[in-house]
């Protein structure tokens, strides 16, 4: 009978043991995913997701327009002149985009790309909840009861997007260079 009481008590202290390790390492591991790390996997995501390709204004070259690297990620220059714009090409189905990309023009609103830099003009100030707000619920700055997001946005393909993955972008862009702009509101076509 001692013997009995005696292997239980050890198993269940050596099954304990191993469990408590168990836990251990696993919150160790998830803890061990470094900042670096997740800038790193956050810079890879906006790569592939384009982010720069609406959010970083254009330098003309001999290939086109290519990102500015002094602004990238700072949204619409705010101190770009709207050109008129012909609505001859609506009429046609036409949507337009300025010459940077980093405007649209439809019948109903012109819409330009955010400042998503790490600049309190940008999204500097911004908690990782309005990020995540902003990118899968479509919400201007990341505000429930904001308006929402216009074209060319693409928010809807992000509802499902993991929240790992939201916190490596948004740790990515709070890591970029703050540039100063204010980025001009959207402008609402009157029929």
């Known amino acids: 009978m001692k013997r009995t009481i005696f292997f239980l008590t050890s198993a269940f202290a050596s099954a304990f043991i191993i469990l408590s390790c168990a836990d251990t390492t696993q919150g160790i591991q998830k803890?061990?995913?470094s900042k670096d790390s997740m800038i790193k996997r956050g810079a890879y995501l906006v790569n592939i997701a384009g982010c720069g390709d609406c959010h970083s204004p254009k330098v003309i070259t001999a290939m086109g327009p290519v990102p500015?690297?002094?602004?990238?990620?700072?949204?619409?220059r705010a101190e770009s002149e709207s050109n008129e714009i012909s609505t001859d090409a609506f009429a046609k189905g036409w949507m337009l985009f300025n010459?940077?990309?980093?405007?649209?023009?439809?019948?109903?609103?012109?819409?330009?790309?955010?400042n998503i830099t790490s600049d309190s003009t940008g999204i500097g100030l911004?908690?990782?909840q309005q990020f995540k707000t902003a990118m899968t619920k479509?919400?201007?700055?990341?505000?429930?009861?904001?308006?929402d997001l216009l074209p060319p946005m693409p928010w809807m393909n992000y509802k499902e997007m993991s929240k790992e993955d939201l916190q490596a972008i948004f740790a990515y862009l709070q890591s970029t260079k703050p540039i100063k702009n204010v980025v001009p509101a959207p402008v609402w076509v009157k029929n």
């Not at 500015?68 to 619409?76: E, I, M, N, P, R």
């Not at 479509?138 to 308006?147: D, P, V």
């Open 99 to 114: 010459g940077e990309n980093t405007s649209l023009a439809t019948p109903g609103f012109i819409s330009y790309a955010a």
């Open 68 to 76: 500015d690297t002094t602004k990238l990620f700072s949204g619409h």
């Open 126 to 128: 911004w908690s990782f």
């Open 31 to 33: 803890e061990s995913i």
């Open 138 to 147: 479509g919400k201007w700055k990341g505000l429930e009861n904001g308006r």
